[in-house]
């Protein structure tokens, strides 16, 4: 495994971990990672942070500010397994169709998420904190999901065959 530590700033990247990557902040409010990450498709296909298997991301922020049809901060796509997020937070605030703080899609993703606060806002048609789809498996304890702004707002979506959201002290 290989660890990437962030320090304090702003950084306007788009980062996608490879298999094995542990990315940390130096804290979750001081290390902020932001992009106009956005895609036409549904389900969205680019994030401002995009995960991979085995990936493991604390104690940083990730924004997007995106004006595309969908725009998401976090991306975990299909094959997203043994992944961990504890101690984020994540907002899409973009000013484009659909905002999603947390993407996770696919049969073959299983992320845990722990102390993480995770929302949408600004969407002129939809805001989704926590989209999981396509049979995904998630994990959840200690944390916030919200929405707000557009014509609807979902804090958590359970979408498609087999998705899973387990939820504990939310």
């Given at each position: 495994?290989?660890?990437?530590?962030?320090?304090?700033?702003?950084?306007?990247?788009r980062?996608?971990?490879?298999?094995?990557?542990?990315?940390?902040?130096?804290?979750?409010?001081?290390?902020?990672?932001?992009?106009?990450?956005?895609?036409?498709?549904?389900?969205?296909?680019?994030a401002?942070?995009?995960l991979?298997?085995g990936?493991?991301?604390?104690?940083?922020?990730?924004?997007?500010?995106?004006?595309?049809?969908?725009?998401?901060?976090?991306?975990?796509?299909?094959?997203?397994?043994?992944?961990r997020?504890?101690?984020?937070?994540?907002?899409?605030?973009?000013?484009?169709?659909?905002?999603?703080?947390?993407?996770?899609?696919g049969?073959?993703?299983?992320?845990?998420?722990?102390?993480?606060?995770?929302?949408?806002?600004?969407?002129?048609?939809?805001?989704?904190g926590?989209?999981n789809?396509?049979?995904?498996?998630?994990?959840?304890?200690?944390?916030?999901?919200?929405?707000?702004?557009?014509?609807?707002?979902?804090?958590?979506?359970n979408?498609?065959?087999?998705?899973?959201?387990?939820?504990a002290?939310?």
């Amino acid at each position: 495994r290989y660890l990437v530590w962030v320090g304090p700033g702003l950084y306007n990247e788009r980062v996608t971990l490879k298999h094995h990557v542990y990315l940390q902040g130096a804290e979750q409010w001081g290390t902020v990672i932001t992009n106009d990450a956005g895609s036409a498709n549904y389900p969205p296909d680019t994030a401002t942070l995009t995960l991979s298997w085995g990936t493991r991301v604390r104690r940083l922020t990730v924004l997007t500010t995106g004006t595309a049809a969908h725009n998401t901060a976090i991306l975990a796509p299909d094959g997203a397994i043994q992944v961990r997020l504890d101690n984020i937070y994540a907002e899409a605030r973009g000013t484009g169709g659909a905002n999603y703080g947390l993407v996770i899609t696919g049969a073959n993703s299983s992320p845990a998420i722990d102390q993480a606060y995770i929302g949408a806002s600004n969407g002129t048609v939809s805001n989704t904190g926590l989209l999981n789809g396509g049979g995904a498996r998630v994990t959840l304890s200690d944390g916030n999901f919200w929405a707000r702004g557009g014509v609807n707002s979902y804090a958590l979506v359970n979408s498609g065959a087999n998705s899973n959201t387990q939820a504990a002290d939310m």
